[in-house]
């Protein structure tokens, strides 16, 4: 068994239709990002849709010679099935979106490294965000994705393939991997038309696309508002997501929020009262873009 990147890549965005076939620096996105992935060890397959509009997906990695697996365009999930069962010796499946070209074959070896020394059924650096947004890695065992296949119900599970694993943390293994730095804020994804031109910015500072590290293409850090709620760095195997609240540069509370979606998020420490309802606020946001939950309803003390 041998690990195997699936890049998930379809036509039909809302926000950016056709995004992934854009010109960034002179090529597709989605060509640069094939390019960035041979640099590693692993083999990669395109997990894209049967619908028309993707064929010109099918056929960009056809020319560079990548696999192709087509399969339901809102059921991901499905998709993501669909790859195990054309390549039964993968095991880990390291699922990579194609909005994020800029993903460094670097950040999967560390992905792949800290699921096989934690014995993990799901590894990602989203469980703690210090990586910018567009350098997501998620590796998945082999059972572990199967298993979501055959259980999840959820629209959300079935889009966004692996919330069901994330969600419940007493059943499967969940790791979490750090980049060293708190940079969690910035963004490198691709879904308006605001970050293709910011993506473009940065590749024109960047000489060699392809080859480049992911720390070529990041920029400054943003300014810290007044009040801030960064994701805290976690390492290994864990169950919960643990936020800094920062008041005017001080941290003054932590936030710890049990992965399970229904379970309530302790406070400790002292959040201002008027404050509370800002926290909560962005707290709902990291956890809506890296586990795609909904929002929180209340901070518990």
């Not at 039909?12 to 597709?28: C, E």
């Not at 298993?147 to 969600?167: D, G, I, K, M, S």
């Not at 229904?262 to 420490?269: E, F, K, Y």
Request: proline share 7%.
């Amino acid at each position: 068994m041998s690990p195997l990147c699936v890049v998930q890549a379809r036509t039909g965005s809302l926000r950016l239709p056709g995004k992934v076939l854009l010109d960034l620096g002179g090529r597709p996105v989605l060509a640069l990002l094939l390019l960035r992935l041979r640099r590693g060890s692993s083999p990669v397959v395109v997990a894209t849709s049967t619908a028309p509009g993707d064929d010109d997906v099918a056929r960009l990695a056809e020319v560079l010679d990548v696999p192709v697996v087509r399969g339901s365009e809102a059921d991901v999930l499905d998709r993501f099935r669909l790859v195990a069962e054309t390549f039964p010796g993968a095991d880990p499946l390291v699922r990579i979106t194609a909005d994020c070209p800029f993903t460094d074959p670097e950040v999967i070896e560390r992905a792949l490294a800290v699921h096989a020394a934690s014995d993990a059924d799901y590894t990602s650096n989203t469980l703690s965000r210090t990586y910018p947004d567009g350098l997501d890695v998620e590796v998945v065992a082999r059972a572990a994705l199967l298993a979501a296949a055959a259980e999840a119900t959820e629209l959300n599970e079935r889009e966004h393939v692996t919330p069901f694993l994330q969600c419940h943390p007493d059943r499967f293994r969940l790791a979490a991997f750090c980049s060293g730095d708190d940079l969690g804020d910035l963004r490198l994804t691709l879904d308006t038309a605001e970050d293709l031109a910011r993506l473009r910015t940065v590749v024109g500072g960047v000489a060699d696309h392809v080859q480049a590290g992911w720390r070529s293409f990041v920029g400054d850090r943003p300014a810290p508002g007044e009040v801030e709620v960064r994701p805290q760095c976690a390492e290994g195997l864990l169950a919960t997501r643990r936020f800094a609240v920062v008041v005017g540069g001080q941290e003054v509370a932590q936030v710890v929020v049990d992965l399970r979606p229904d379970a309530p998020a302790i406070v400790a420490g002292h959040i201002p009262d008027d404050l509370n309802a800002e926290v909560l606020r962005r707290t709902s946001r990291w956890l809506a873009m890296d586990l795609q939950r909904g929002p929180l309803t209340s901070l518990t003390r």
